[in-house]
């Protein structure tokens, strides 16, 4: 049996929607019976609980050989803050996992963690990776790029499509690497039937760097509509991220991260861990269609 935490996630879904495909017993950890209809439809088993939770994370745990950590509150407020959830609650879901005896922890982080980052969201997942080394439980760690669906689509091609115009947070013109959940849940899926893996950081992304301009002209081209990019100039940025911070803490943490990106290089080249894991990866123009033509 294998626990998704949290199984209506972005990657959870996927992932347990690829495990369930395969033939594995998926048990899915979600807050309420609603959020795991879907994939109680297909199959799984699903259970009530919160990462904010300790004792509904012991319960999840029971039985299971293996857990795919795939949850977060980035944009989480301050009831369901950043700290609260993607350190505190993972580290209690480690606990958890090695008081039932685990055998394989697999953990979302991130290509950017860092202690020092200057995105809390980022030093959490840092903090994590840390403390699951110190564990004692066999684990691997995945560190996707940015995901297709959220820092391609929802933050520029969306509102392109919905409204013909976007503004970029920044100067836009700094490449970063993008990946699509659907071959992130692969990857996850051949990790799990792999003990080599295990002790392994696994970074994994897509071929092609871009920067989120190219990004807003690949989805103008798809369209092949006269479309409005604009950039937020970084003062900008860096002013609406202060003020909103009391407020809106996870908007203000996208907004530093995407200050962050906008004046480093995020570029990422897969093939070593394609070599590994041969896995047909999603490019990035291929997405842009698939989204302007659904």
């Given at each position: ?13 996927a992932t347990?929607?690829q ?7 998926v048990r ?11 994939l109680?439809?297909?199959g ?6 919160d990462?904010?939770d300790?004792?509904?994370?012991r319960?999840?745990c029971a ?7 795939a949850a ?5 407020g301050?009831?369901?803050k950043s700290?609260a959830?993607?350190e505190k609650?993972?580290?209690d879901?480690?606990d958890?996992?090695k ?13 950017d963690?860092?202690?020092?980052h200057p995105v809390p ?10 403390y ?6 066999d684990y ?11 820092h391609?689509?929802?933050?520029i091609?969306?509102p392109l499509?919905?409204?013909g ?30 003990p080599?893996?295990?002790g392994e950081?696994?970074e994994i992304?897509a071929?092609g760097?871009?920067t989120n301009?190219?990004v807003?002209?690949?989805y ?6 006269e ?5 937020v100039p ?6 609406l991220?202060?003020?909103?911070w ?5 908007l203000?943490?996208?907004m530093?991260w995407?200050?962050h990106t ?6 990422f080249?897969?093939?070593?861990t394609?070599?590994q894991y041969?896995?047909e990866m999603k ?5 842009v269609?698939e989204?302007v033509?659904?």
């Amino acid at each position: 049996m294998i626990l998704i935490v949290t199984a209506n996630s972005r990657l959870g879904n996927a992932t347990a929607r690829q495990l369930l495909e395969n033939g594995r017993s998926v048990r899915g950890l979600v807050r309420s019976q609603e959020k795991g209809a879907d994939l109680a439809a297909l199959g799984a088993e699903i259970v009530i609980g919160d990462l904010r939770d300790p004792e509904s994370l012991r319960r999840a745990c029971a039985g299971v050989t293996a857990v795919v950590a795939a949850a977060h509150a980035l944009l989480g407020g301050w009831g369901n803050k950043s700290s609260a959830v993607d350190e505190k609650g993972h580290c209690d879901l480690i606990d958890a996992a090695k008081a039932a005896g685990v055998e394989h922890f697999i953990y979302t982080s991130g290509l950017d963690v860092d202690p020092n980052h200057p995105v809390p969201f980022l030093r959490h997942k840092a903090a994590v990776e840390q403390y699951l080394q110190r564990s004692g439980l066999d684990y691997t760690i995945i560190r996707p790029s940015a995901f297709m669906e959220t820092h391609a689509h929802q933050l520029i091609g969306q509102p392109l499509l919905e409204k013909g115009k976007v503004s970029i947070l920044g100067q836009g013109d700094s490449p970063r690497n993008f990946v699509a959940v659907p071959d992130v849940a692969r990857l996850i899926a051949h990790v799990l039937d792999n003990p080599q893996a295990k002790g392994e950081i696994i970074e994994i992304g897509a071929p092609g760097n871009y920067t989120n301009n190219q990004v807003a002209q690949l989805y103008a081209q798809a369209i092949g509509q006269e479309v409005k990019i604009g950039n937020v100039p970084r003062p900008m940025v860096r002013i609406l991220s202060a003020v909103m911070w009391p407020f809106q803490p996870g908007l203000s943490q996208v907004m530093r991260w995407a200050l962050h990106t906008d004046s480093h290089d995020a570029s990422f080249d897969p093939a070593p861990t394609l070599q590994q894991y041969p896995i047909e990866m999603k490019s990035l123009e291929t997405f842009v269609a698939e989204q302007v033509n659904s």
